[in-house]
């Protein structure tokens, strides 16, 4: 039998404590090429220590919910962050650390436009799109060392959407 976790929105106040959500909040820092476009500005706290940034591309399977949850990952070296290249929902998971395990769960439901930078430690779920395509830009640690860590649950969790 798996526990539960009921979506919420994701919002930059609920997700404050892992990292930052990126998206469009308000008017731009700055209008740029030409008066064509507006800059928003250093969204993320890229802190990637020993290494530098690297950007990838990752083209995931679409996840169906409920889905099973039963590992979270997290990156002691270097933040991460995804940018969704669609304008299509996706699931996030994420737990504080709590002395090398994860604490709490908390399921995100990211909108179109919005993408997440998980800070250094920050456990979290595998990419999760909900259909396809699953592509997204990662900006993530590329260094010497090993920025990977897992943990696999003795009781998967259920994540669901939440009742309306």
């Not at 209008?31 to 020993?50: E, K, P, S, T, V």
């Not at 991460?80 to 699931?91: D, E, G, R, T, V």
């Not at 997440?116 to 979290?124: P, S």
């Amino acid at each position: 039998m798996s526990r539960q976790l009921v979506l919420q929105p994701l919002t930059a106040k609920a997700f404050a404590p892992f990292g930052e959500v990126l998206e469009v909040r308000g008017a731009p820092d700055k209008i740029i090429n030409q008066g064509m476009c507006g800059r928003h500005h250093d969204l993320a706290d890229l802190d990637f220590g020993q290494g530098r940034a690297g950007i990838s591309v990752f083209d995931a399977t679409p996840r169906a919910l409920p889905f099973t949850l039963d590992m979270v990952e997290r990156h002691p070296l270097g933040a991460q962050a995804f940018l969704p290249m669609h304008q299509n929902p996706y699931l996030v998971v994420v737990a504080p650390d709590n002395a090398g395990q994860p604490g709490p769960l908390q399921a995100f439901l990211a909108g179109p436009g919005q993408g997440v930078n998980y800070r250094r430690n920050t456990w979290h779920a595998v990419c999760c799109p909900l259909s396809a395509p699953g592509l997204f830009a990662v900006v993530d640690r590329i260094g010497e060392g090993d920025n990977l860590e897992e943990h696999w649950f003795d009781q998967p969790w259920e994540v669901v959407a939440a009742k309306e």
